[in-house]
T-cell receptor, first 114, second 113 residues
């Protein structure tokens, strides 16, 4: 079965600092999908990005960027010039090719202080 | 926009009560999921359903059951609530093929006294 590890339980930074959230995954599938979700204090999970296992191209979206490396089974998420509104719990998740059920990491709570 | 709604944001029940958590999605999605979220453990999959009247156990099904009589509705049932079922419960749905993102409801925070 698939497994996702987010080793960082909590991270605290000061506004405008860059921060990287780590995600390491395990799967025996050669085709799989990786996701990042944001859970703000309101509680509802918000989808941020999806990557399939054949697409190792890194992606940048504004202040957000994602680094997918199959060689190290990692899918890390970087926020550049962090803002207070980035404060949330961030979840990394994995689904395999034969089903749609998703496995989540334990989450990383990011606090950005003014 | 996909909308996933859950019947209650907050719920307080007593030990031994039967509890129903309802989830409705409005985008004709085939797949629906129930998770519980606990600090330090992330989201853990309780049950999921890929079609009406179909259900599959997730990682922590003990103490729970589900019902999917209509495509848009997926219910989570606690037959006899216990204090260790105090948690945040999240419902999600997904449509289309494999690898699509899940859409989540706002969650139900259940407290069992």
């Amino acid at each position: 079965a698939q497994k996702v590890t987010q080793a960082q339980t909590e991270i605290s930074v000061v506004e405008k600092e860059d921060v990287t959230l780590d995600c390491v995954y395990e799967t025996r599938d050669t085709t799989y999908y990786l996701f990042w979700y944001k859970q703000p204090p309101s509680g509802e999970l918000v989808f941020l990005i999806r990557r399939n296992s054949f697409d190792e191209q890194n992606e940048i979206s504004g202040r957000y960027s994602w680094n997918f490396q199959k060689s190290t089974s990692s899918f890390n998420f970087t926020i550049t010039a962090s803002q207070v509104v980035d404060s949330a719990v961030y979840f990394c998740a994995l689904s395999e090719s034969n089903n749609n059920d998703m496995r989540f990491g334990a989450g990383t709570r990011l606090t950005v202080k003014p | 926009d996909v909308k996933v709604t859950q019947s209650s944001r907050y719920l307080v029940k007593r030990t031994g009560e039967k509890v129903f958590l309802e989830c409705v999605q409005d985008m004709d999605h085939e797949n629906m999921f129930w998770y519980r979220q606990d600090p330090g453990l992330g989201l853990r999959l309780i049950y999921f359903s890929y079609d009406v009247k179909m259900k599959e156990k997730g990682d922590i099904p003990e103490g729970y059951s589900v019902s999917r009589e209509k495509k848009e509705r997926f219910s989570l049932i606690l037959e006899s609530a216990s204090t260790n079922q105090t948690s945040m419960y999240l419902c999600a749905s997904i449509g289309g093929g494999l690898g699509n993102e899940q859409f989540f409801g706002p969650g139900t925070r259940l407290t069992v006294l």
